[in-house]
């Protein structure tokens, strides 16, 4: 996965961003730590394996209305890929604020974990970026990334299943500006 690449995307939408909403000089921190809270909420939610009380505890990884994209080049919807890049737009705009970039790939991937203790990990790693002052923020960043592409490990997306999910949001991002979203 080319990281510095992902991070260099993410700052052109964040910039844009900025710059059509008028947001020059507002911290816009907190309103990401929480943006990637949602998301990640929203992931767990289609993953569904924390759901105990349901029947249905299968991952949501297909959608029954096809999108015009997906339509037009045969593919369907994967709800689950489409919230894991939602996350992983809010992880690389936090990371781009603290001038932080990870440009290698996953240094321990823990096979062992289980979807739900990742999750939870992921959670809890959030906080500790948060909390932490310094130059401890660097390691806790690097440490809340390596969890979460993990955990799209354990989810079963490819590097390349990632790439292209997160580069088809971002367009569809960069579109959604274009027409006043």
Same mark, same amino acid.
């Given at each position: 996965?080319?990281f510095?690449?992902l991070?260099?995307t993410?700052?052109?939408?964040?910039?844009?961003?900025?710059e059509?909403?008028s947001l020059?000089?507002?911290?816009?921190?907190?309103?990401?730590y929480?943006?990637?809270?949602?998301?990640l909420?929203e992931?767990?939610?289609?993953?569904?394996?924390?759901?105990?009380?349901?029947?249905?505890?299968e991952?949501?990884?297909?959608?029954?209305i096809?999108?015009y994209?997906?339509?037009?080049?045969?593919?369907?919807?994967?709800?689950?890929l489409?919230?894991y890049?939602?996350?992983l737009?809010? @992880?690389?705009?936090?990371?781009?604020e603290?001038?932080?970039?990870? =440009?290698?790939?996953? !240094? +321990?991937?823990?096979?062992?974990? *289980?979807v739900?203790?990742?999750f939870?990990q992921?959670?809890?790693d959030?906080?500790?970026?948060?909390?932490?002052m310094?130059?401890?923020v660097?390691g806790?960043?690097?440490?809340?990334?390596?969890?979460?592409?993990?955990?799209?490990?354990l @989810?079963?997306?490819?590097?390349?299943?990632?790439?292209?999910?997160? =580069?088809?949001?971002? !367009? +569809?991002?960069?579109?959604?500006? *274009?027409?006043?979203?």
């Open positions: 996965m080319d510095k690449q991070f260099d993410q700052w052109k939408l964040d910039e844009r961003i900025v059509e909403k020059q000089g507002k911290d816009l921190l907190e309103e990401k929480l943006a990637l809270r949602v998301e909420g992931l767990a939610n289609e993953w569904r394996g924390f759901k105990f009380w349901s029947k249905n505890q991952p949501n990884t297909k959608e029954t096809k999108t994209y997906a339509l037009r080049e045969g593919r369907t919807k994967n709800p689950l489409e919230e890049v939602d996350c737009h809010f @992880l690389l705009s936090i990371g781009n603290y001038v932080f970039s990870v =440009y290698t790939a996953l !240094k +321990t991937s823990r096979v062992d974990h *289980t739900l203790h990742e939870n992921v959670f809890d959030i906080e500790s970026v948060k909390n932490c310094g130059i401890h660097i806790s960043y690097e440490m809340l990334f390596n969890d979460f592409l993990n955990l799209g490990r @989810l079963g997306f490819t590097e390349t299943d990632i790439e292209q999910a997160y =580069y088809d949001k971002n !367009k +569809t991002n960069h579109e959604r500006q *274009t027409n006043g979203y």
